[in-house]
């Protein structure tokens, strides 16, 4: 099976799901496959959050070139949630200049909730922030910078003005976005792990936006 088939079996599972709030990892994986729910709401649970990931990824003895993509989706778009996605009630980004190593905790109703799982060919990484903040331009704008042969490349967990966008589709199959403005926004990396990692990296990377009120 191919890119193709595989997109098409995720558009339809998603057919069946609700598109005004965040669907997690389920619909990305086969049914029947159980996922996990973690929430962080400060840099300290990113890491312990982050390490579950990793653990689940040992426990199912993937490569180390699989464990490190998924490391990096996963960071990326935690860092993401927690640094660029916070909005004041202007609408102002509250911590998008912080450098990522400074701490941040967030409040409870600014809460980040982490999906994920695997069905023994999908490993599936879902980030849900509650801002909604996500738009259209803002991907493109980032994604462009890959076909820069001058562009940034940044390194993992020190990205930032977007850059996290670039590492995350660079490590999945799969980039989702999904947003609404003012509720959430959500962003999901599937990533094939059946096979040899060169097969999954030879599928390339598709990019599938579900953007209300976001342009």
Known sequence: DGPDEQDLAVALRRGFHDETSPLGAQPYLIQGFSTTETIV???EDKEAALDAVMQLAGALELSDEKKRRIEVATEELLLNAIYDAPRDAAGNAVHAKLDR????????AEQVKLHYGCDGRN?????ADRFGALERGNIERSLSKLLDPQGARPAPGTSGAGLGLMLTYGAANQLIA??????????TAVMHVSGSN???LARGSALHLYLDGAT
């Open 41 to 43: 709401q400060s840099t």
């Open 101 to 108: 190593r400074t701490h941040v905790k967030l409040g409870a």
């Open 123 to 127: 490993f599936v990484v879902s980030v």
């Open 178 to 187: 999904h947003a609404m403005r003012g509720r959430f926004t959500e962003v």
């Open 198 to 200: 060169r097969t999954a």
